[in-house]
């Protein structure tokens, strides 16, 4: 090996550092998409001569590059809220960015040992490899799926896969065709380079036409409030200020005009025991004995039975509700926010954020009655995780036909993490064809349609009251079909089919290569 091939291998890790902090622009300007398929395919060309040691490198260095840039507004809620000393903050993010990417570099390994040097076949392990590691990461240890590959592609033509594999499927096609346009140009053969650009140009143009397809259909209109208190996260929890954004909160819920009024994750930061008993008889006579119906925040439970985040549904009383009165228990908590996992109390005990340990929700929980629609209800982080909101999809005359979304995401501050937020909101409402209601405490609040697209949002960092008119939908898509009845089984299921058929050839291919000519 010359010094200059030896420079550029030491340098591999490094440049795919910077793509990997490059690639996280594409979550955050989603109009940049391409940028996403072009970082995948530099990366696959930077693995595709590499040891599997090597590999394991730059696949450390790519996923710990793009999940510190992308997720840095951690550093808000850990030092500014959380009273961690800066350093420590830092090294936090980074460690727990590193410590996620392990896995892409486990699966860039196996990509690395198993490749065939034909750029199809090494394509498709490519794109298997890239799956099994996302999978990896949004589901080992409660999971982290923010900035999952597939969330570059909201306002992109493979979008129209959505509703059909998913986030992560989408993310393994778009490995799977970054690699495989990669690899055929450095295959050096006519055919190698022209195929691949062929085939993508026409995927992507054949996904732009066709859409995301129709499955499912338009049902009755209906007029929503979204309420946006904009209350500093240090100011959330004061005693002095609370009465000041309990009072807002109150007034605005009895003024909506709205059929359907939706508040924020702990709006009323308080348990109903804890509250002037006329604020809360206040609140639900107004809509226990009108024909309003609201959704909003706040902790439930006592000491007996434990406390949960909780979103509570008022409107007047019905046998499916009845005393009027709907409760929805957050399932997916939050990892040092919800509950502090075992082994991290030395961690917890550095910062002075009020943390919880709260009691778990069903996955499949029933939805909100609203006249005829169904509100899926989902708290904060919650709407990351598609195949549980899914488990809602087992009976299509129970499964929802409007997602709503409440939301405190102040603890990161005005910072890229509520624009993130919104694009995640907006894949599932193309995964499941269904609208996505979103009220948040400091943005971003927004209506978005069955189809992704925001129809009505309210200023970041404004108090406000957001009026707009939402339509549910009924049908199913097939990914809420199959995801209802197997979660993300079928695709662990084909990555690692891929990866299994992969390395036997591999080893049958050495052991060909290990046998004497006769």
């Not at 940028?35 to 590999?55: D, G, I």
């Not at 004995?289 to 609201?294: E, F, I, L, S």
């Not at 129970?398 to 409440?406: G, L």
Request: contains cysteine; hydrophobic residues 55%.
């Amino acid at each position: 090996m010359t010094r200059s091939a030896g420079r550029s291998r030491a340098a591999a890790p490094f440049a795919a550092a910077l793509l990997g902090a490059a690639h996280s622009l594409v979550f955050v300007h989603t109009a940049t998409w391409p940028l996403h398929l072009l970082a995948l395919a530099l990366l696959a060309r930077l693995v595709a001569t590499a040891s599997p040691w090597r590999a394991a490198a730059i696949g450390l260095a790519f996923g710990t590059a793009w999940l510190t840039a992308g997720t840095w507004w951690l550093f808000i809620s850990l030092h500014t809220y959380g009273g961690l000393a800066a350093p420590l903050a830092v090294l936090a993010i980074v460690g727990l960015s590193a410590f996620l990417s392990l896995y892409l570099a486990a699966a860039l390994a196996a990509f690395a040992r198993w490749r065939s040097g034909r750029a199809g076949l090494d394509a498709l392990l490519f794109g298997a490899a890239w799956l099994l590691a996302e999978l990896a990461r949004g589901v080992i240890f409660t999971g982290f799926p923010w900035l999952a590959s597939g969330y570059a592609h909201v306002d992109g033509p493979l979008a129209a896969l959505a509703p059909w594999v998913g986030v992560y499927g989408l993310g393994a096609v778009a490995a799977t065709l970054a690699a495989w346009l990669a690899l055929g140009w450095r295959d050096g053969r006519v055919m190698s380079r022209i195929a691949p650009i062929g085939v993508l140009a026409g995927v992507l143009l054949v996904l732009a036409l066709s859409g995301a397809g129709r499955f499912s259909q338009p049902g009755t209109t209906l007029s929503v409030t979204l309420l946006q208190g904009n209350v500093a996260q240090d100011e959330k929890f004061a005693v002095d200020l609370m009465p000041q954004s309990l009072e807002w909160t109150r007034d605005q819920l009895l003024a909506a005009r709205g059929r359907l009024v939706v508040a924020p994750e702990t709006v009323i930061p308080l348990l109903p025991s804890q509250l002037d008993p006329d604020y809360w008889v206040a609140i639900t006579d107004h809509f226990q004995r009108g024909d309003q119906a609201a959704l909003l925040g706040l902790p439930l439970g006592d000491e007996v039975v434990g406390y949960t985040n909780s979103a509570a549904g008022l409107a007047a009383a019905t046998a499916t509700q009845p005393g009027g009165f709907y409760r929805y228990d957050k399932h997916h908590l939050v990892p040092f926010g919800e509950f502090v996992p075992l082994g991290f109390h030395w961690f917890v005990a550095l910062m002075n954020i009020p943390l919880g340990d709260f009691n778990r929700g069903p996955v499949g929980a029933p939805s909100f009655n609203v006249g005829p629609e169904r509100i899926g209800a989902n708290i904060c982080y919650e709407d990351l995780f598609g195949e549980e909101l899914a488990a809602r999809f087992s009976d299509d005359a129970s499964a929802p036909t409007i997602f709503a979304n409440i939301s405190n995401i102040g603890w990161f501050g005005d910072t890229i993490a509520s624009d993130q937020h919104l694009q995640i909101s907006r894949m599932r409402a193309l995964e499941f064809q269904r609208p996505m209601l979103r009220a948040t405490n400091t943005g971003a609040t927004a209506v978005i349609d069955h189809a992704g697209r925001v129809t009505a949002s309210l200023p970041r960092f404004t108090q406000g009251v957001l009026d707009a008119t939402v339509q549910g939908r009924t049908g199913a898509t097939p990914f809420a079909r199959w995801a209802s009845a197997f979660g993300l089984s079928p695709l662990w299921a084909l990555g690692a089919i891929v990866l299994a058929w992969r390395a036997l050839a591999a080893r049958r291919a050495r052991a060909a290569a290990a046998t004497p000519a006769l």
